[in-house]
């Protein structure tokens, strides 16, 4: 039986991909965590296993994720930051008790409570987001380009100019759309017009 819920557009930056699990703002939403057991599945994607989640922690998540949404376009933008986004942010960060451990591949992950796993894995985003809000981290916020989309990504390329959040998603359906409205203007020119 195949996966009745969107796919999850994931990224190397915690914060943002976790921003990303409401695609299309813009436009028509896509809601990639539509229930507790896929929040779970998504924390487990990067590493963070909480074991359970109620209908209310999903709306804690939802809730972290918009303050971090509203908070990181704010900040790339060059705006004042959001007070209740901050608060928002703030909060998760200072309920969560994960620690971080390194596997011996080297890696990084999260040990989480048992009682307190979900509070915890939202802690660890919420620490994230403020290390790029703040400017901790090397690399820069940046919104993307398609006007669907406009979320805000973490740009860590070399020369900082990303447009897109994703090259895979907006970067070629907008590409695509440039494309298809050259061809049809060179369809509407007349052909007496198109050598002059």
Known sequence: MSDPYPEFRLGTVLATSF???????????????????????????????????????????????????????????????P???VAVINRCSAEGRATAYLTPEGARRWRLG????????LGVIADDAIAIIAGERDGRLALCASPTCRAAFFDTSRSRTRR???????????????????VNRSRRTPPDDRHR
């Open 19 to 81: 921003t990303g699990t409401l695609s299309e703002r813009h436009g028509v939403p896509i809601e990639r965590i539509p229930t507790p057991r896929r929040l779970l599945d998504w924390l487990t994607v990067y590493g963070l296993d909480a074991r359970r989640c109620a209908p209310a922690q999903l709306d804690l998540a939802r809730e972290l994720r918009e303050a971090i949404h509203t908070t990181a376009t704010a900040s790339a933008a060059g705006e004042d930051l």
């Open 83 to 85: 007070a209740a986004g």
């Open 114 to 121: 048992a009682s307190t796993g979900l509070r915890d894995a």
């Open 164 to 182: 897109w959040c994703d090259m895979n998603t907006c970067g070629n359906r907008e590409k695509k759309a440039r494309f298809v409205a050259k």
